[in-house]
């Protein structure tokens, strides 16, 4: 095959996330250095045809999974910020800080076309982003360290869609 383009975005380790989505190139970075901060830390838009950076929002420490939902990326750090942004533009909406890792990739519960997004860091303390309203809220501490992403249980999912008045499916 033929290389297209390169781009330089820093490192790429297993807790980063590559999303294509609308042309464009959603990917996270630790920067130069993998678990110390940096000013590579981050999350980087590049379109998806040239490889050209559309834009680059640097993070609080390194930058975790991603979820592209809607108009906004929503991404944890290790040194425990909660972003919201624009998918746009990249521009900071919103943000929460823990001051401990959200490593597990945030995710989204839908009830017809509203939908919240959840993001858990790693002390179990549950964060709710309602993008409409450009907020992100604590509701909740888990019992238990989290360290992966706990919304691939059905269990999970429906025990917090039921007390956030939410319906799945």
């Known amino acids: ?17 590559i999303n294509v989505e609308d042309g464009g190139i959603y990917l ?10 940096d000013r590579g830390d ?29 108009d906004c990326v929503v991404v944890g750090t290790d040194a425990g910020q909660l972003a919201l942004l624009n998918k746009t533009t990249g521009a900071l909406k919103q943000e929460c800080r823990v001051w401990h890792p959200i490593f597990a990739r ?22 709710m982003a309602n993008p409409g309203a450009d907020k992100i809220t604590e509701v909740a501490t888990l019992p238990f360290l989290v360290r992966a992403n706990p919304a691939g249980c059905a269990y999970w999912a429906t025990a917090w869609a039921v007390p956030f008045g939410q319906r799945l499916g």
Do not use: M
Request: charged share 20%; aromatic share 12%.
């Open 106 to 127: 945030p995710f989204a519960l839908r009830a017809g076309n509203d939908a919240n997004i959840f993001a858990v860091s790693h002390k179990g303390i549950v964060l």
């Open 42 to 70: 981050g999350v980087y838009c590049l379109d998806a045809e040239s490889g050209a950076l559309r834009w680059a929002f640097n993070s609080a420490g390194d930058a975790n999974e991603a979820l592209v939902d809607g």
């Open 1 to 17: 095959p033929k290389i297209r383009w390169r781009a330089f975005v820093g490192r790429v380790h297993w807790r980063n996330t």
């Open 28 to 37: 996270t970075s630790c920067g130069a250095r993998w678990n110390q901060d």
